[in-house]
């Protein structure tokens, strides 16, 4: 339990420096660090299936996508990235407050959803899962990678050749 | 063999790009063309054994849990006819061979997503495959690299990735409760315990697809993809791509999952209306031609869910005719757009005039698509606008009834101010030397613009044995 409490505390800093900060390529490669230590969250509560898609689709592909898009742009200058923040921390500075005191004010309403959970599946194998009864699922996982791969083709190789 | 859909052109890019990669760059347009015919002769063909024929030899390596319907035929269909003029178009509009085979080869990809969004009968799969058109989409927007490219791309990827927040929040609230991700297992789970914890789940899963939908107020990226993507690209997200991981999911969730509760009823035709008039009203202020298509496409999606929140079977049939119709016209609508902007040089419809008389079959194919789109008898859209009409009055929902009929007179309206202001009057003396496009665009629009009259006139003989059952299938 303690190390679930410490990686998720990993997981929130993570997740803070990738919103904070100043640089946009930083903060792509923030988002798959989240989706890493997200990753590590899923193994440990035993969940390796859900982990593994974390890991191949946030921390893989959409990194790989994001990060050759923006390497494609043209970066912002310091002062101009300063002053779009100042503009940003004025007009959302109230946002973080407005979350925080509805998350108290949820809280104090006792919800309760009557729910009748399922007993999880601990028996599956996780071959007979991913082979078996999630099939299609790794047949699209498959398709997807095969996209970025073409993204980066697109987007990357034909820039380093006007390069 | 059904799985043929979904594995064929994954072989197909393996072939061209490892096997055979000499051929590859010549044979990747005649193996999609290929594809495309075939996926259409086969839905046009119910009782040919390769619906029912489960001893396929890949059957024994892929055991994918697939499931066809009527209405997944009327998909496969709609892919299969876009899909074909997307192939054409990009033969004729792409030069450099080499940009052209990465073209062919996502356009390869997005048919598998597109498929498979059709074919799955599993909520997780829907969305992993829903990812593989987003994902392609994505590229194929910044597929030009120029600065609008990049910012529609990003925007579009930004709201996609919201999406895909809210619906996998919402698919896992619902795995917690029903333990299953099939369609079948999830609605009967649901339907056995109802509680608020569902209710918010459905509520989450619902505005993801609003927003692939492109419904208002989820509407924002729309426009500028459809605008800033290449003009294949944009034929393709208008016709079939948006239609597929957005509204056709949409409608196979609420009809197949969640069912038509009245608060589920509303919820969908406030915002059926509220797209369908805004679409509407936005279309009315433009004057780049293909922002005005994107903006009457929100409206015309709006019009498939109010038709999908009567919650009657003529509605549901109707709203799968329009999305049908839709794809159709919409489709043509941005090849008559592409011809114009390739002959004319601009896509600032104050700055055309009489190009009607220089290109007269784009002119005509674009009146018969607006008109359609209008929903003049006795074209296609007539026909399914009429049912979604007929269906909300007959549902009791009479103001949102009327307000499809007012929205129908908005819709002529901006799509006789476009063709006003492209096609009719006097040729400017800009455009004297415009002379009507290539066969690679004239083609696609003869072909669709036949389709439309084609559909409005069978209509009211495959009314009963064709279209109705469409409703009776998903209602059932």
């Known amino acids: ?163 | 063999m059904v799985s043929l859909f979904i594995l064929a052109p994954l072989l197909a890019i393996f072939a061209l790009n490892f096997m055979f990669r000499r051929l590859g760059r010549f044979a990747a347009f005649w193996v999609g063309l290929l594809f495309s015919l075939a996926q259409i002769e086969l839905v046009l063909l119910p009782r040919l054994p390769f619906w029912t024929n489960s001893n396929f030899i890949l059957n024994d390596v892929f055991r994918f849990s697939l499931g066809v319907d009527n209405f997944t035929k009327l998909i496969l269909l709609s892919s299969g006819v876009v899909l074909a003029v997307v192939f054409v178009i990009t033969k004729a509009l792409i030069d450099d061979e080499a940009k052209r085979f990465d073209f062919f080869n996502l356009l390869f990809i997005i048919m598998i997503g597109i498929n498979g969004v059709a074919l799955t009968k599993d909520l997780f799969s829907l969305y992993v495959f829903i990812e593989v058109t987003s994902i392609t989409s994505f590229i194929l927007i910044a597929f030009d690299r120029n600065m609008h490219a990049f910012e529609a791309a990003f925007k579009y990827i930004m709201l996609s990735a919201l999406a895909s927040v809210l619906m996998l929040s919402g698919m896992s609230l619902l795995l917690l409760v029903c333990g299953a991700t099939g369609f079948s297992a999830v609605a009967q789970s649901l339907a056995a315990s109802p509680n608020n914890f569902t209710v918010f789940a459905v509520g989450l899963f619902l505005c993801g697809l609003f927003i692939k939908s492109g419904l208002a107020p989820f509407h924002t990226w729309l426009p500028d993809s459809y605008s800033s993507a290449p003009a294949p690209v944009s034929v393709l997200l208008a016709g079939i791509v948006t239609k597929t991981a957005g509204v056709y999911a949409l409608m196979r969730v609420v009809v197949s999952i969640f069912g038509f509760s009245p608060s589920m009823k509303l919820v969908l035709l406030f915002v059926g209306a509220f797209s369908a008039v805004l679409g509407a009203l936005a279309a009315l202020t433009q004057s780049d031609i293909k922002r005005m298509l994107a903006y009457s496409s929100i409206s015309q999606v709006g019009y498939i869910v109010l038709g999908l929140g009567s919650g009657s079977a003529l509605g549901v049939a109707g709203a799968a005719l329009h999305l049908f119709n839709h794809s159709v016209f919409k489709s043509l609508l941005f090849v008559n757009a592409a011809a114009v902007e390739t002959q004319s040089g601009t896509r600032d419809l104050d700055k055309m005039s009489g190009l009607a008389q220089k290109m007269p079959y784009t002119g005509i194919t674009s009146c018969l698509a607006s008109l359609s789109a209008a929903g003049l008898p006795p074209l296609a859209g007539f026909w399914s606008k009429l049912m979604i009409i007929m269906a909300l009055w007959g549902a009791g929902f009479r103001m949102y009834s009327v307000i499809a009929a007012a929205t129908g007179v908005l819709t002529l309206a901006y799509f006789l101010s476009l063709q006003r202001r492209a096609f009719f009057g006097e040729v400017s003396e800009k455009h004297l030397g415009v002379k009507e496009a290539g066969l690679g665009l004239v083609l696609p629009s003869v072909v669709l613009g036949a389709l439309v009259v084609l559909t409005g006139v069978l209509t009211p003989f495959i009314l009963k044995s064709v279209i109705l059952p469409l409703g009776n299938i998903l209602g059932g």
């Open chain 1, 1 to 163: 339990m303690q190390l679930n409490i410490f990686i998720l505390i990993c997981l929130l800093a993570a997740s803070v420096w990738t919103v904070m900060t100043r640089s946009l390529l930083r903060s792509a490669i923030g988002l798959a660090l989240v989706s890493a230590i997200l990753t590590i969250l899923m193994f440990n509560l035993n969940s390796p299936i859900a982990g593994v898609f974390e890991l191949s689709v946030c921390a893989g592909l959409i990194s790989v996508l994001f990060i050759s898009t923006i390497s494609l742009m043209e970066a912002l200058t310091m002062k101009e990235v300063i002053d779009r923040m100042k503009e940003r921390l004025r007009r959302f500075w109230l946002l973080p407050f407005i979350v925080i005191s509805a998350g108290i004010m949820l809280s104090l309403f006792s919800l309760k959803f009557n729910l009748s959970l399922p007993l999880p599946e601990e028996q599956m194998d996780v071959r007979f899962v991913l082979w078996h009864a999630r099939q299609l699922d790794v047949f699209a996982q498959v398709v997807i990678l095969l996209a970025g791969v073409f993204g980066v083709v697109v987007l990357f190789a034909e820039r380093k050749k006007e390069g």
